[in-house]
């Protein structure tokens, strides 16, 4: 069941991308230096390679993130629910999907000299790994 419903969340996550982040975050931006700048999220989903850009920022001390996907996502969507995971980033947003919300997370996290971006859709439902280059 989860090979056959893995293609139709991640067709349905990423045409759906701009929704409304779920929380605040107050994670300084002192705590997430290494994670601050542009980013290029890499991945292969069953419908074929896909490139994100996020940008993850100091806002008034506080960390903050907006995510887009030209050209099916051309407008950033803001990331507000940002916190530190062992040595990584999550960043938490919800997904609407036809009126319904589906929670979704992006872990980055180091991987000797480059970096892994690990996607999260419906809470385990539906996961896949990519790469992270920064900008």
Do not use: H, Y
């Not at 067709?11 to 542009?38: D, H, K, N, W």
């Not at 490139?51 to 903050?64: E, I, N, Q, R």
């Amino acid at each position: 069941m989860k090979s056959r419903l893995a293609p139709i969340l991640v067709a349905l996550a990423v045409m759906a991308l701009p929704s409304r982040s779920i929380a605040q975050t107050s994670l300084a931006a002192s705590e997430a230096a290494a994670f601050l700048g542009g980013w290029t999220l890499s991945l292969d989903t069953p419908q074929g390679a896909m490139s994100m850009d996020l940008t993850v920022k100091d806002d008034a001390g506080k960390v903050a993130a907006a995510i887009s996907a030209p050209p099916l996502m051309p407008d950033e969507l803001a990331i507000t629910d940002l916190a530190k995971e062992g040595e990584g980033l999550a960043l938490k947003f919800l997904l609407d999907i036809q009126g319904m919300q589906i929670p979704a997370k992006i872990l980055l996290t180091p991987d000797g000299d480059k970096w892994k971006a690990n996607f999260d859709f419906a809470d385990g439902q539906f996961a896949i790994d990519g790469t992270a280059t920064k900008k």
